[in-house]
């Protein structure tokens, strides 16, 4: 399997608080991405990275930020987080951005905001 | 806009039945194609992916899909359903000239003894 580790794996946590998710690789894969999961929605990409302290915007992603600061970690941080928040978020690699490779991914960190 | 679309939220199949589950994605260029599989409480792990060497992708417990350029389809077939097949699959395109996968919205198998 791959090396992917998410952080905290469950979260339960107010309205209006700050939230940080971690994901940690030990696969020296240059591109990381955070998707959500949500119920006829499938994966939606969120944020993603294609090196060191270079991240860009997915589709969903209002309200969440990230960043990258070494190749192994790339935190995804609700700045405010809404009940709209609540998902399961995967964090997954690749290494060489998608094409004709696959990605890899974590186990999934699922959140719920009251 | 890019997007991939699978037909049907939930597949019921009864054991040692075929397995077909449909993908259709919009581009006028040939994307590369993969399928997901996701167990409950698991994260997705690769089934099989198209990288244009051949039309029919044969992939891991037995699964195969076809890519039809003039459907712009990418079903994914199992002749023969096992128990262990139930789980939820997803269809994923990745576009000529990006790096961002798009998943389909998933279909969940549910195989009957």
């Known amino acids: 399997d791959a090396g992917i580790t998410q952080s905290p794996r469950h979260k339960v946590t107010e309205t209006g608080t700050p939230v940080t998710l971690r994901c940690h690789q030990t696969?020296?894969?240059?591109?990381m991405y955070w998707y959500r999961q949500d119920p006829g929605h499938g994966l939606r990409l969120i944020h993603y990275?294609?090196?060191?302290?270079?991240?860009d915007k997915g589709e969903v992603s209002d309200g969440y930020s990230v960043s990258r600061s070494k190749t192994e970690d790339f935190l995804l941080t609700l700045e405010s987080a809404t009940s709209s928040q609540t998902s399961v978020y995967f964090c997954?690699?690749?290494?060489?951005?998608?094409?004709?490779?696959?990605?890899?991914f974590g186990q999934g960190t699922r959140l719920t905001v009251v | 806009a890019q997007s991939v679309t699978q037909l049907g939220s939930h597949v019921s199949v009864s054991e040692g039945a075929l397995v077909l589950l449909r993908c259709n994605y919009s581009s006028s260029v040939p994307p590369y194609l993969f399928w997901y599989v996701q167990y409950p409480n698991q994260g997705l792990q690769l089934l099989l992916k198209y990288t244009s060497a051949a039309t029919l992708v044969k992939g891991i417990n037995g699964f195969e899909a076809e890519f039809k350029k003039s459907e712009t389809s990418f079903h994914l077939t199992k002749p023969s359903a096992h128990m262990s097949d139930a789980a939820e699959y997803f269809c994923?395109?990745?576009?000529?000239?990006?790096?961002?996968?798009?998943f389909g919205a998933g279909t969940r198998l549910f195989v009957k003894a």
């Open positions: 997954a690699i690749s290494e060489s951005g998608g094409k004709f490779t696959e990605a890899f």
């Open positions: 990275s294609y090196g060191v302290k270079d991240t």
């Open positions: 994923a395109v990745t576009y000529t000239g990006g790096f961002k996968t798009i």
């Open positions: 696969e020296n894969h240059r591109y």
